[in-house]
């Protein structure tokens, strides 16, 4: 079984930065890929990004590209997510994601952690 425990989260001035990490523990941990998603109040999960475990690639959606960066820490088991010039529209839980066989599917997830933009 893969755990995996997001934070970094907190509360920012819109364009702030923060950055997330999501560190995974449990059996071997190679997962083919790892995703970053949020869920804003009476909204559905919005899939924000991804990478690659093995070579590092990375893809994002429209609204963050430029702005959000991923990363990750083979040695670490860690995955981040540098997140700068934050807009009060980006205030949400924000999930990280392991996908065991692909990058379309996730397999485990974190909790959450809360991230909050004040304008």
């Known amino acids: 079984q893969v755990q995996l425990v997001e934070s970094g989260g907190g509360l920012v001035q819109a364009g702030g930065s923060l950055r997330l990490s999501c560190a995974a523990s449990?059996?071997?941990?190679?997962?083919?890929?790892m995703g970053w998603f949020r869920q804003a109040p009476g909204k559905e999960r919005e899939f924000i990004g991804r990478?690659?475990?093995?070579?590092?690639?990375?893809l994002y959606t429209e609204s963050v590209k430029g702005r959000f960066t991923i990363s990750r820490d083979n040695a670490k088991n860690t995955v981040y997510l540098q997140m700068n010039s934050l807009k009060p529209e980006d205030t949400a839980v924000y999930y990280c994601?392991?996908?065991?066989?692909?990058?379309?599917?996730?397999?485990?997830w974190g909790q959450g952690t809360q991230v909050t933009v004040s304008s």
């Open positions: 990478i690659r475990w093995s070579g590092g690639i990375t």
């Open positions: 994601a392991a996908g065991v066989r692909s990058w379309y599917d996730y397999d485990y």
């Open positions: 449990g059996r071997t941990f190679s997962p083919y890929a």
